[in-house]
């Protein structure tokens, strides 16, 4: 905690509410559900797959994915998507796999082997400026889901309209403000057979939401109808302590639309998700949102008062200390990934690595024998 020593010995008012104080364990069991829906909680973490699952996995939502463009007619993303993590140059031991390098990339919102990239350059933005804002102000970070009455018919637009609308309103509001510090947010949908037997969208949004304080029973009620006031009928709303910063993050923003829905997608659903292009579905707002804004220094004029040059040398000092620790959080939580040569030591065994050109099917196959020789 050395830099937050650093910030109270210079008495900074960077962060002006708090008392910096390590506030990460108080009131970590406000809890609040909403429906028939009791003793539901956030999903449990599945079996980690092995690679050639995976793969296989992928494999085949990004068939069914191609189908569908050549379907509607989106030609040119679908050749994309076709060459799309079908070759790889492995880096390899011969027992281990180190890294794997695909070929080409389409960067599809949809594709299976692409759709998490967007999301994990999100993580590594704003990983450590969470971090760096719960170890400076007082707050406790939650996850906030709020859902929205599927309309029958609705288009994919017009319920994400819909939803953004409600979700603006709802954060703008004052009570909103008056115990949260804003946070970020992200859409996601799903088409899931399960949930909806008439294949209406079914648009909700993670919140993850920077609490100033606990919540007693009464403001929990108020937050609930708070929600409904702007999402007339809104069926759910949960306020969850956030387990790990970085879990939740990730799982917040991972996807817009998970594979196994995508599965569930026909031509129609793809046509009108297609149709949503540059709709951006992540977002940060409130006190957070101005957090995260960047701020440049600035120069002191040469005819500045003594009191004026003060004020701007205070200014740009808080300025640098915001940059020196988020820096040095960006550092510890997410480190550059690692990236190997021919030649370099095998993370696990030491021995050196070989580039091997691969196609997917015999990368699984070779996933396929080193977990073979493992058991
Ligand atoms: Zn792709
Ligand atoms: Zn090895």
Redesign the pocket.
């Known amino acids: 905690m050395e830099n937050l020593e650093l910030v109270r010995n210079q008495k900074l008012d960077i962060f002006p509410t708090s008392t910096l104080k390590d506030y990460s364990q108080v009131g970590q069991s406000s809890y609040v559900q909403r429906g028939e829906q009791k003793g539901e909680n956030p999903p449990k973490p599945k079996r980690k797959l092995k690679l050639h699952e995976k793969i296989d996995n992928q494999r085949q939502t990004q068939k069914h994915l191609i189908n569908l463009l050549d379907e509607i007619g989106e030609i040119e993303q679908s050749s994309k ?1 076709k060459m ?2 079908q070759k790889f140059v492995i880096l390899s031991c011969g027992k281990h796999i180190a890294q794997i390098i695909p070929n080409f ?4 919102r949809l ?1 299976p ?2 759709a998490y990239r967007p999301a994990e350059r999100k993580v590594k933005k704003y990983l450590p400026l969470f971090d760096v804002y719960l170890k400076t102000h007082r707050a406790t970070a939650c996850k906030l889901n709020l859902t929205q009455i599927q309309k029958k018919g609705e288009t994919a637009e017009k319920s994400l309209d819909r939803l953004q609308k409600s979700v603006k309103k709802f954060v703008d509001s004052s009570f909103f403000n008056k115990v949260f510090d804003g946070g970020s947010g992200s859409y996601e949908t799903t088409v899931s057979k399960l949930q909806n037997p008439d294949g209406n969208w079914h648009f909700h949004c993670h919140l993850t939401v920077l609490r100033k304080r606990f919540l007693q029973p009464d403001e929990l009620e108020r937050l609930k109808r708070l929600w409904k006031r702007c999402s007339p009928k809104a069926e759910n709303l949960w306020l969850f302590p956030v387990g790990s910063l970085e879990g939740d993050l990730r799982e917040q923003i991972k996807y817009s639309v998970k594979p196994a829905s995508i599965e569930n997608f026909d031509a129609d659903k793809l046509r009108q998700f297609v149709q949503l292009k540059g709709r951006r579905l992540f977002f940060t707002f409130g006190k957070f949102k101005a957090f995260c804004q960047k701020e440049s220094l600035d120069d002191i004029p040469s005819d500045a008062t003594a009191k004026e040059k003060k004020k701007i040398e205070k200014r740009n000092s808080r300025i640098t200390l915001k940059r020196e620790l988020i820096q040095s959080a960006r550092k510890r939580l997410v480190p550059a990934r690692k990236e190997y040569f021919e030649g370099d030591c095998c993370p696990t065994c030491e021995e050196a690595l070989f580039a091997v050109r691969l196609t997917r099917n015999a990368l699984i196959a070779f996933d396929h024998k080193l977990q073979f020789q493992k058991e």
């Not at 990339?105 to 599809?108: G, S």
């Open positions: 998507t799309c993590c990339r389409c960067e599809f594709c082997f692409c």
